[in-house]
């Protein structure tokens, strides 16, 4: 099992759609969790992070937390075409300065 | 701040020769990291260092691979010699942790993209 799981994808929205990503992860001693988003050929960019159970709204962007069901997700309000990218989940120990990535969704939101 | 600076950009080299691969941190942090991205394996960590101090370094592939960060504002990663399953994306990211705050944000570089023939 992989540390950090995320589906692949592709998944394609119509503009305007809210667009739900989801990331499990299989280690309990996990304490922060954040969500990158890479467009192509670019670098990572932080647009999320979390480390309590629950939502955390920013803008368009809600990430969820729920640490007993090992699982964080964002939705995306109001796509849009600009949102078009690989969006990442990441995980970091709360002893562990390194982060572990998943493999990313990508997400197509269509105009 | 000029953010993370990586060079070379673009690196095209052939099979055997020495890589080596550049990044400038972000002046004031103190946690540098190196990342290699292929659509096989996705984001993996190969290193990092803490105050100039390698911390962690089980992600290295192989003996090719190789680090260094002789000061705060410049890190080395050299693979010798290079082989056409280096071919990738190399990130190089860097992060504090200012005061009590309970997270701290890596900020990424542009990347260099090998390329072993």
């Known amino acids: 099992q992989k540390e950090v799981e995320q589906n692949s994808g592709p998944l394609s929205v119509p503009e305007g759609a809210i667009a739900s990503l989801n990331c499990t992860y299989s280690?309990?001693?996990?304490?922060?969790f954040f969500w990158y988003r890479q467009y192509s050929g670019k670098s990572p960019e932080l647009i999320m992070s979390i480390y309590s159970n629950g939502d955390k709204e920013d803008g368009r962007f809600t990430a969820q937390l729920n640490k007993a069901s090992q699982y964080v997700s964002l939705l995306i309000r109001d796509s849009q075409p600009s949102d078009s990218a690989t969006y990442l989940c990441?995980?970091?120990?709360?002893?562990?300065?390194?982060?572990?990535f998943g493999s990313g969704t990508q997400l197509t939101v269509l105009p | 701040d000029a953010g993370v600076i990586q060079s070379p950009r673009h690196e095209v080299t052939e099979m055997g020769q020495e890589v080596t691969l550049r990044c400038k941190p972000i002046?004031?942090?103190?946690?540098l990291f190196w990342y290699r991205q292929t659509m096989m394996r996705g984001l993996e960590l190969l290193i990092y260092?803490?105050?100039?101090?390698?911390?962690?370094d089980s992600g290295m592939p192989e003996d090719r691979f190789s680090a260094k960060m002789p000061n705060a504002s410049f890190s080395t990663l050299k693979i010798q010699p290079s082989e056409p399953r280096d071919s990738a994306v190399y990130f190089c990211?860097?992060?504090?942790?200012?005061?009590?705050?309970?997270?701290?944000?890596?900020?990424f570089g542009p990347g260099t993209r090998l390329l072993v023939l």
């Open positions: 260092f803490n105050n100039n101090v390698p911390i962690d």
């Open positions: 002046s004031g942090h103190d946690y």
């Open positions: 990441a995980v970091k120990r709360s002893s562990a300065r390194q982060l572990t």
């Open positions: 990211a860097s992060s504090t942790r200012p005061g009590r705050q309970v997270w701290e944000t890596q900020y």
């Open positions: 280690d309990r001693g996990s304490q922060s």
